[in-house]
């Protein structure tokens, strides 16, 4: 019976990977045209989540803004939670999958998936006997290992093609470093000159001292969707 479950979610999954759109649907575009220079927006801005993710692409002019994602089935590939775009760009067929990890508790499933996208750049959708696919699936990681991202765009246009690869490196460098934490950084502030020091001149019976002040800093710190 599992095997016939997971056959079922195979094919539904393939589907929703393959990158086909419903004939006559309008969908939202991206005019690279109106593209965001990316030193002018901070990540830290957003949250270190799969919302604060897409928050910090929608900033960038990375997807469209009015449209609502699919809710992947994430746990297909052993990701937490999933998001499925789908929208144009300049015109062309757009998908964009995002999946959140979560690094420090990975299954079986989503250890194989990972281990798979950082050795070959994609990942198969199964690895279980009866139900295994040789169809592969590109994909991207963040280097903090949180967050996955399937990009389909067949459009051979210059300006769709740099637009790719901005969304890749944005998705790349994401929360790459953790922002330290405010309580965190009090309880280990920098402190200056806490020692007073004295000056003597020769040239005088007295000496003068200069008192010194102690300061501290604080640092600021595709799967199948539901339905």
């Known amino acids: 019976m599992k095997k016939i479950i997971l056959a079922v979610l195979c094919a539904i999954v393939v589907l929703s990977l393959s990158g086909c759109f419903q004939g006559g649907q309008q969908y939202e575009n991206i005019d690279t045209t109106q593209a965001v220079d990316p030193d002018s927006i901070s990540q830290t801005d957003y949250p270190n989540t799969l919302d604060g993710l897409v928050s910090y692409f929608k900033a960038l002019h990375y997807l469209p803004k009015n449209t609502e994602p699919t809710e992947m089935l994430s746990e297909v590939i052993g990701a937490k939670k999933g ?132 300061t501290s800093t604080t640092e600021d710190s595709t799967v199948t969707s539901h339905t």
């Open 83 to 214: 998001y499925r775009y789908i929208f144009t760009v300049n015109g062309s067929q757009t998908i964009v999958e995002l999946y959140e990890y979560d690094p420090a508790a990975l299954d079986e499933n989503a250890q194989r998936v990972i281990g798979e996208v950082k050795e070959n750049g994609s990942f198969h959708l199964f690895n279980k006997e009866g139900v295994d696919t040789d169809t592969t699936y590109p994909a991207y990681l963040s280097d903090n290992g949180k967050y996955m991202m399937l990009y389909t765009d067949t459009s051979n246009n210059n300006d769709n093609l740099i637009q790719t690869k901005s969304v890749q490196g944005a998705l790349k460098i994401f929360y790459t470093t953790e922002p330290q934490k405010t309580e965190e950084n009090s309880d280990t502030s920098k402190t200056e000159d806490s020692t007073p020091t004295s000056k003597t001149e020769d040239s005088t019976p007295t000496s003068k001292t200069e008192d010194s002040t102690t």
